[in-house]
C-alpha cells in the first residue's frame, strides 16, 4: 500500500507563496486518485483539490485561481502550490489517497483510504 509523507508547510504571508510537497512510497501515485485536505482548529476536515487517476483535477471553491496541484509521477510525488494564501488557509494540510477513481474526482474524506501525518500551514 502506499504511504505518503508530507512536506513544506510554514508560516507565509497573505500573497506571498508556499509549496506543499506529498512523497509517496510503497506504490507509484499514478495509481492512485490523489488529494490535499485540510483541517483548522475546530473545524471539519475539507477538501482542497485531487488529481485523479487520469489527470482530471477538482478544485474547492475556496482555492480556485489561487492554489494549484500537480503530479510529478517521476519523483513520485503530488504538489501543491499555494499562491496568495490567506489566513482562513490556515491549518493543517493533509495528502490523502485512494483508489479507483480513473476519470472522476474523489475530493471527499469518506472516500480515501491512506492519509499522511499532516504539515502545518500558517497564513499571517
Known amino acids: 500500500h502506499v504511504q505518503l509523507v508530507e512536506s513544506g508547510g510554514g508560516l507565509v504571508q497573505p500573497g506571498g507563496s508556499l509549496r506543499l510537497s506529498c512523497a509517496a512510497s510503497g506504490d507509484s501515485v499514478r495509481r492512485y486518485c490523489m488529494a490535499w485536505f485540510r483541517q483548522a482548529p475546530g473545524k471539519e476536515r475539507e477538501g482542497v483539490a485531487d488529481i485523479d487517476e487520469g489527470g482530471g483535477i477538482t478544485y474547492a471553491a475556496s482555492v480556485k485561481g489561487r492554489f494549484k496541484i500537480s503530479r510529478a509521477a517521476a519523483e513520485n510525488t503530488v504538489y501543491l502550490e499555494m499562491d496568495s494564501p490567506k489566513p482562513e488557509d490556515t491549518g493543517t494540510y493533509y495528502c490523502?489517497?485512494?483508489?479507483?477513481?480513473?476519470?472522476?474526482?474523489?475530493?471527499?474524506?469518506?472516500?480515501?483510504?491512506?492519509w499522511g501525518q499532516g504539515t502545518q500551514v500558517t497564513v499571517s
Open positions: 490523502a489517497a485512494t483508489p479507483g477513481f480513473e476519470s472522476a474526482p474523489c475530493l471527499r474524506v469518506g472516500r480515501m483510504n491512506r
